[in-house]
């Protein structure tokens, strides 16, 4: 069973324009919630998190949502930039644990 | 360097054959990790080591994997009579004691083909 859902496979956006990445999960034992970024043939990496707590939290041009009792949550990417271009993977981690579940990753492509 | 570092970055294996794939974090993290992503899938949680603890091997897919982490440093992962659907990219991450709660680093993967 898929805990962590990303529901949608891809997403285009132009350049300047801002970028909506959704996430939804099932499971309400997580304490905190993570963005993983990742270019080809490379590991993904950290983009930016926020504690269960938190509904909102920003870090630059990088801001992510926390909506608990739709238990979704949202990365906005303002302005975007080609460089974004990547696929972002969202992960949560149980309150009992550090293993990270991960959704199955949406693949941005920012156009010039 | 002062990353997460695996090897090989790419194998090409024939159906039944052993592979082993290396992962050096970095140095001082406690805690390793290995997830693997077939294609078009997400990230999919393998083992986990913490210190000298017990390993948490609940998410090995067979009795075919295995894995072990030597010193609390290195860690291997073998797959016994690999079949085509071994077929994935297999990362290594390690996460310090400290710093964001549950940031992972991750190395470049070792892409496994099976033929």
């Known amino acids: 069973d898929q805990q962590v859902k990303q529901n949608s496979p891809s997403l285009s956006v132009q350049e300047g324009r801002i970028s909506i990445l959704n996430c939804d999960y099932t499971n309400s034992m997580f304490d905190y919630f993570l963005w993983y970024k990742k270019y080809p043939a490379e590991g993904p990496t950290f983009l930016i998190s926020i504690s269960s707590i938190k509904d909102k939290n920003e870090d630059g041009r990088f801001t992510v949502f926390l909506n608990k009792s739709a238990k979704h949550l949202s990365l906005h990417i303002v302005p975007s930039q080609p460089g974004d271009s990547a696929v972002y993977f969202c992960?949560?981690?149980?309150?009992?644990?550090?293993?990270?579940?991960f959704g199955a990753g949406t693949i941005l492509r920012v156009k010039s | 360097g002062a990353g997460v570092s695996q090897s090989p970055s790419n194998k090409v294996t024939e159906k039944g054959k052993d592979v082993e794939l290396r992962c050096d974090p970095i140095s001082g993290h406690t805690a390793l990790y290995w997830y693997r992503q077939s294609l078009g899938q997400g990230l999919e949680f393998l083992i986990y080591f913490q210190g000298n603890s017990a390993p948490d091997k609940s998410g090995l897919p067979s009795d075919r994997f295995s894995a072990e982490r030597t010193g609390g440093s290195v860690s291997t992962l073998t797959i016994q009579r690999t079949q085509q659907e071994d077929s994935a990219v297999y990362l290594c991450?390690?996460?310090?004691?400290?710093?964001?709660?549950?940031?992972?680093?991750f190395g470049e993967g070792s892409r496994l083909t099976v033929l």
């Open positions: 991450a390690s996460r310090a004691g400290t710093g964001v709660p549950g940031e992972l680093f």
């Open positions: 992960a949560a981690r149980p309150i009992y644990g550090n293993k990270l579940v």
